[in-house]
């Protein structure tokens, strides 16, 4: 079992901006366009907010 705490809710602009990126359709053109959003909104809020997620171990 891991003795880490919950990092607790991210920010609002972070949590509304992956909620913004959720509600992308994809298209025939780009079938991806939400993984897409929901990556790059992740990573920014990664960015933004690190103590929000978990350490990666090398």
Known sequence: MSDQKPQGTLPNTAAEALKKAAQ???????????IKA???ATEIARRLYPDHFKKEEA
């Open 24 to 34: 992308v359709k994809p298209s025939a053109a780009d079938p991806m366009a939400r």
């Open 38 to 40: 929901v990556e790059r």
